[in-house]
Nanobody, 123 residues
Framework: QVQLVESGGGLVQAGGSLRLSCTAS????????VGWFRQAPGKEREFVAA????????YYTDSVKGRFTISRDNAKNTVLLQMNSLKPEDTAVYYC????????????????WGQGTQVTVSS
């Protein structure tokens, strides 16, 4: 069982930055691929970025490439999403998700989900 807790969301102006954090419980965090997803009002949840269990591989959706960076620190059971050059269209609830895996397969079909953190980008 893995519990995921997101933090770091908030309100920021367009062009600004935020760093989201996902902290996991459990002693086998390094056995999980972790991803970030987001859901904007009235839209379906969409994939944003993912990192393999040992941070060897990362993957991003096209709309965030060059602006967002995913990283992880398995010693701290934490995955970060650094978001730069934010746009109003990045406004959404951001969710952390984890899948027990030896590698990184996209699409990431997560076994566990966090509760989400709101990111609002004003124009």
């Amino acid at each position: 069982q893995v519990q995921l807790v997101e933090s770091g969301g908030g309100l920021v102006q367009a062009g600004g930055s935020l760093r989201l954090s996902c902290t996991a419980s459990g002693r086998t965090f390094s056995s999980y691929a972790v991803g970030w997803f987001r859901q904007a009002p009235g839209k379906e949840r969409e994939f944003v970025a993912a990192v393999s269990p040992l941070a060897i591989s990362t993957y991003y959706t096209d709309s965030v490439k060059g602006r967002f960076t995913i990283s992880r620190d398995n010693a701290k059971n934490t995955v970060l999403l650094q978001m730069n050059s934010l746009k109003p269209e990045d406004t959404a609830v951001y969710y952390c998700a984890a899948k027990r895996s030896s590698g990184l397969s996209i699409p990431l079909k997560a076994d566990y989900w966090g509760q989400g953190t709101q990111v609002t980008v004003s124009s």
